[in-house]
């Protein structure tokens, strides 16, 4: 049956570089991009390495603007991150880029061993994080903050949307160390210029305040989150939402004072598996701290995904803002 | 040649390679184990490196200007110590401390623990990776430094060191010396029984590396071979395949079956330094 005799516009599997912005959202254009490319006029030891996947990272900014520093590697995403290390060793501040699925599951190893443990100055930035398009396991990368929360040395970045990537660019070249930064590229959703927010490493931020829900949220479900709380204000749901930009290290202090105030139900949303993940990281922070509210989890299931259109999985998968709203309002 | 002296009154080639034997059996000894068969098949071409070709300051082993120079096989650690040891940037009797706690010489090489070990290695098939990474840093920064990776056949079976070998050609880079010890001794067994790597002379040919094999227990012939790789004009990386015998040096230990892994008896080492001593020509 096709669409024309149901009447109804049959969604089809989303380009593998769709944006994820909703139909009218305001966006900038490749922020990651860009931002490098700014950083690098300043700072002449940025250097921009890429596995064959310039254009898809929005590297191409970067190496367009700066072509003598622009690293193409090729389609060997072991050799990319090694190679990062050397660059490292001799005093560039790398930044190795490529799909999140081929650096946490392929080149782990790599940057476990050639660049974390000697905490060497590389920057890994990582397009096509958690459920960001429709081409199914092969390029879901609904495990990369499992994997990678479970190295040692490395920090995790994962932004909400084009502000802040554009701010956490220069954050993480200032940190001494390894950076795994998660990365929405094209147009970019723009939401933060709103709350008046400053990317702070490190640091979460409450954007709003509400007395039913905290939601501790982190990269594009704080974008999420923040829609859902609007939907659930004209319920009469009081909605608060408290953005986790660095899930490695956990800024501790401020999701224990939020989640410790009394009786709101502490929602954690992530737009990553179930396991292992912000939820999870949430979870072992409050319990082993004696704080205990009513928690539920917003993730991704533990499965390997279906393909097809993004905003079918995103329903599908709990992950939408339209989802988000019916789970909250069920746990209440 | 060398813009620092390794020592004044540099001693023979030989003397060295002899030293590096003694200080790894040594080392070996404290243990009572260790990766003895490839410290002895590998002595002549480090006493090459550290004493023939290698720029380096023995009392500053991260001198901007050295050569860099990468083990890939950490578990050669002991045999890298050894050189380390002879070239004076470890002292000699720190070798008591091998493999024991908070020694800074551990059984499987790591660039935070000991000076002049600038990677950490034993996760195979990395080094000549991060090799290319450093040999495109130095071009970038105007560098005139060298950087040699010492791989083994072994680890010629791992997909990754063929990445960064298709790599090194594709970027040029004329300031990279890789060095395989081919002892044809793997972990499993025989190399040709686990994974071959003939034709590995036209192999590296085939990816774009100018190629030497010698013998890598013969002095005159690595000193040679390390000068034309550094003379050589064109843009191209360089390999100097070197066949070793495990064990050189040690002719009971030349002769036992050997695997990866050399048993030596708890009194045979004392007979495998005597034995060393009186085979030395030095």
Not at chain 1, 29 to 41: D, I, S
Not at chain 1, 217 to 239: C, I, Q, Y
Not at chain 2, 9 to 33: E, F, K, T, Y
Not at chain 2, 51 to 79: C, K, T, V
């Amino acid at each position: 049956m096709n669409s024309q005799t149901t009447g109804k516009k049959r969604l089809t599997t989303s380009a593998m570089i769709a944006s994820i912005a909703a139909e009218g959202q305001p966006t900038r254009p490749a922020p990651f991009g860009h931002a490098l490319a700014a950083l690098a006029a300043q700072r002449q030891d940025i250097v921009g390495l890429s596995a064959d996947l310039s254009k898809y990272t929005d590297l191409h900014i970067f190496a367009k603007a700066h072509p003598e520093r622009f690293y193409q590697m090729g389609m060997a995403e072991q050799l990319l991150m090694s190679a990062a290390a050397g660059m490292a060793r001799e005093g560039m501040t790398p930044f190795a880029t490529t799909y999140a699925v081929f650096a946490s599951r392929r080149a782990y190893d790599f940057i476990c061993m050639a660049i974390a443990e000697e905490n060497l100055n590389v920057k890994i930035v990582c397009g096509l994080p958690g459920l960001t398009t429709g081409y199914g396991p092969s390029h879901q990368a609904t495990d990369d903050l499992a994997i990678m929360r479970a190295m040692p040395n490395l920090m995790i970045v994962d932004p909400c949307d084009a502000l802040e990537i554009e701010q956490a660019v220069p954050a993480i070249a200032a940190h001494q160390g390894p950076v795994y930064m998660r990365l929405l590229r094209g147009n970019v959703p723009l939401v933060l210029d709103r709350y008046d927010y400053k990317f702070q490493l490190g640091k979460a931020q409450v954007l709003r305040g509400g007395r039913d829900v905290l939601v501790i949220a982190s990269g594009l479900m704080t974008m999420r989150a923040l829609e859902a709380a609007d939907l659930l204000h004209k319920d009469g749901v009081d909605v608060s939402v408290l953005h986790v930009p660095t899930i490695k290290p956990l800024d501790e202090a401020t999701i224990i004072a939020e989640a410790r105030k009394s009786g709101r139900l502490v929602v954690t949303a992530e737009n990553h598996s179930i396991v292992g993940g912000l939820g999870e990281a949430v979870a072992g922070v409050l319990l082993r701290n004696g704080v205990t509210p009513t928690f539920r989890q917003i993730a991704l299931p533990d499965a390997f995904l279906d393909a097809g259109a993004l905003p079918t999985l995103h329903d599908r998968y709990g992950i939408s803002t339209e989802a988000v709203v019916q789970q909250i309002k069920g746990w209440l | 040649m060398n813009a620092v002296p390794v020592t004044p009154g540099a001693r023979p080639l030989a003397v060295r390679a002899h030293n590096i034997r003694r200080h790894a059996l040594r080392m070996g000894q404290v243990q009572g184990q260790g990766y003895i068969g490839q410290a002895l098949g590998a002595a002549d071409l480090l006493a090459v490196a550290y004493f023939h070709a290698l720029r380096m300051d023995p009392a500053n082993p991260e001198w901007e200007q050295r050569d860099r120079f990468y083990l890939s096989i950490g578990h050669y650690a002991i045999a890298l110590y050894a050189a380390l040891i002879e070239a004076g940037v470890i002292a000699e009797d720190e070798l008591e401390t091998y493999g024991s706690d908070d020694s800074r010489l551990p059984m499987s090489g790591m660039a935070t623990y000991t000076p002049g070990m600038e990677i950490t290695g034993g996760s195979l098939g990395q080094g000549l990776g991060i090799a290319v990474g450093a040999c495109l840093g130095l071009k970038r920064k105007g560098s005139d430094s060298w950087v040699y990776n010492l791989l083994s056949d072994g680890e010629l079976n791992e997909g990754s060191t063929w990445e960064a070998v298709m790599s090194a050609s594709h970027w040029k880079l004329d300031n990279l010396i890789a060095i395989v010890d081919v002892n044809n001794q793997q972990a499993d067994g025989h190399c040709q029984e686990v994974l071959g790597f003939e034709p590995i002379v036209e192999r590296w040919q085939a990816f774009g590396w100018y190629v030497q094999r010698v013998d890598g227990n013969d002095l005159d012939a690595l000193v040679q071979a390390f000068d034309q790789a550094r003379a050589h004009t064109a843009a191209q990386p360089r390999v100097i395949i070197c066949d070793t015998r495990m064990g050189k040096g040690v002719p009971f230990l030349e002769n036992r079956d050997k695997t990866h892994f050399i048993r030596v008896d708890e009194n045979e080492w004392a007979l495998a330094l005597q034995a060393l001593d009186s085979g030395s020509q030095a």
